[in-house]
């Protein structure tokens, strides 16, 4: 059953073929993320926990060296009001706190992905980072931390402390919070008791600045987890497409396979088809020429007549079949010989003559003179202008015009041309009649509907020829079919061949080269064309 133009491309839709797919994915995402958020217990998925933590560690580890010399720092500037002893003790336990720290983080990431608790890890770095806070704490804070006199001295290491701590922790934000809390809020208690409008005002600041550096670190946790879902979700759609095209390489070789098993059945079949048509074909012709008597009842002539002419038009669409088949297999090959593009043109409009003037068509031929013959197969030429102008009469109403046309092209080529006065191709069907047994609307409406292989061989036959083939159309105005041979075909572009022998007469040498259809002419033609 034959489609409209408009069927296909509904079927092809874009938004069509992927809403499955589309639903699909979404639905799978869905169930991913719902049990990863029933096996995690930070609300993750457990992927992501293991990168987050992996990150801290990182974070931690590349900060080591500034929060070191941090640590040194404060404790050499607390020693002038603490005293050397208190300083010591206290840079002492700080930096093993710091180094324990270290240690875990190299242990961590030392060990395989698959193998690691990370509750026991994501506790361990929380503990040690309280701890860590509740050293600075302790340094801080007077009487053992500095007078009341240096209130801003303790807000600037506290800000300094709470800044670098949510950098470096942002990707586990309670340990941020376990780490600054107890910091911040021992200063801002510390600036409270006091009483005064000033210590007031630092207790505000340190609860403000406390407040934005979690919430900067909040941020850096989401813009850090969303990275990592947008690259797992990358991952998942690199996967989906290596996996889709693997399918796709696998279904595209395996129609490849079928396709040429298909044209390679098709093409030796020409002997199991046509040997029986043949037969067909010759008893029926028998028949209809009355030759052993007269049939009778008369209307058996006219039935043999009929399944002649059905054996005929069966004959040649085997035909057709069988050189598409062999021209996808592969196994179509030119006898090249030199050929008069002219003269073929003319032969096949003599042969179609008939049949144009029973349609009251008017065929006009437009040919440049003196054409050098063409390096090419005469059968594969006449082939091509017989399917395109059997076409042109095809579809152009009766009164129409068709013009033949063979010139020479800008490059040095030669090109024939078909054109008619039809009813024109829409120009989203060009591609539809260009394929193997396609047909456009003008086609399925017409009577002498055939089987969509005529333009397809031509397009093939032109291409094994290493020429072009342009199909232009309008609609109600008509339709022009250009083929162009490259200008390497043309003979009369060959450069002259040394010869060896004895020299030529004065007859052979005023000659022209390469335009004679003698024999020697065509061997000198193919030794220059493939230097044999």
């Known amino acids: ?67 070191l010399l941090l640590v040194v720092t404060i404790g050499l500037l607390s020693s002038l009001w603490t005293g050397a002893l208190t300083s010591g003790v206290w840079t002492g336990g700080t930096l093993i706190i710091h180094l324990v720290i270290v240690r875990l983080c190299r242990q961590f990431l030392d060990e395989p992905p698959g193998t690691t608790n990370l509750n026991s890890w994501r506790l361990r770095f929380i503990m040690l980072d309280l701890f860590f806070g509740m050293a600075w704490t302790f340094i801080l804070i007077h009487p053992l931390g500095v007078d009341e006199q240096s209130g801003t001295f303790m807000l600037f ?26 910091v911040t809020i021992a200063i801002a208690l510390h600036f409270s008791l006091k009483g005064t409008l000033h210590d ?16 900067l670190a909040y941020r850096l946790y989401s813009t850090t987890l969303a990275t990592l879902e947008a690259r797992a979700e990358k991952d998942a759609l690199i996967g989906e497409l290596e996996q889709s095209k693997s399918i796709s390489d696998e279904a595209r070789r395996r129609a490849e396979a079928a396709n040429i098993a298909k044209s390679r059945f098709l093409a030796q079949m020409s002997h199991e088809l046509r040997t029986p048509l043949n037969a067909i074909l010759g008893f029926s012709e028998v028949m209809k020429g009355e030759i052993f008597g007269t049939h009778a009842v008369p209307a058996y002539k006219d039935y043999a007549g009929d399944i002649h002419n059905s054996g005929v038009h069966l004959l040649n669409l085997i035909n057709e079949i069988l050189d598409l088949s062999r021209i996808e297999a592969g196994r179509y090959e ?11 043109v003319e032969d096949c ?76 191709i829409p120009e989203e069907e060009i591609p539809v009649v260009l394929a193997s047994f396609g047909q456009g609307s003008n086609s399925i409406k017409s009577a002498e509907q055939g089987a969509g292989l005529g333009l397809p061989i031509a397009k093939n036959l032109i291409d094994l ?33 040394a010869e060896d022998a004895a020299p030529p007469t004065q007859a052979h040498a005023e000659a022209p080269a390469l335009t004679s259809s003698s024999d020697d002419s065509t061997n000198r033609a193919r030794r220059a064309l493939f230097g044999t």
Not at 9 to 27: Q, T, V
Not at 164 to 182: C, F, K, N, Q, R
Not at 200 to 215: D, N, P, Q, W
Not at 480 to 495: K, Q
Request: charged share 20%; with cysteine.
């Open 1 to 67: 059953m034959q489609t409209t133009p408009s069927e296909p491309r509904e079927l092809a839709s874009p938004g069509a073929a992927d809403a499955p797919s589309s639903k699909r994915r979404f639905a799978t995402r869905h169930v991913r993320e719902a049990r990863d958020r029933l096996t995690s217990t930070s609300g993750t998925r457990p992927v992501f926990d293991y990168e987050l933590l992996r990150q801290f560690a990182q974070n931690r580890l590349s900060g080591s060296l500034v929060i």
């Open 157 to 182: 290491v506290m800000l300094l402390v709470v800044a670098i701590s949510s950098m470096l922790a942002s990707s586990l934000p309670v340990a941020v919070l376990a780490l600054t809390l107890p």
């Open 200 to 215: 007031y005002i630092l207790a505000v600041m340190a609860l403000t600045a406390e407040g934005y550096f979690s919430l």
């Open 334 to 344: 030119l006898n090249e010989e030199a050929v008069s593009l002219n003269r073929v």
């Open 349 to 424: 409009h003599h042969l179609m003559k008939l049949r144009a003037g029973n349609r009251g068509l008017t065929i006009h031929e437009l040919f440049e003179p003196d054409m050098p013959r063409l390096w090419a197969d005469e059968r594969a030429v006449r082939q091509i202008c017989l399917n395109l102008l059997s076409n042109a009469i095809k579809f152009t109403p009766q009164g129409g015009e068709i013009w033949l046309k063979v010139g020479w092209t800008a490059s040095g080529g030669q090109y024939m041309s078909i054109k008619d006065t039809g009813p024109g």
């Open 465 to 497: 020829h290493g020429g072009t083939f342009a199909l232009k159309s309008k609609l109600r105005i008509g339709t022009e079919v250009i083929v162009t041979f490259p200008p390497g075909r043309v003979m009369s572009a060959l450069a002259p061949i």
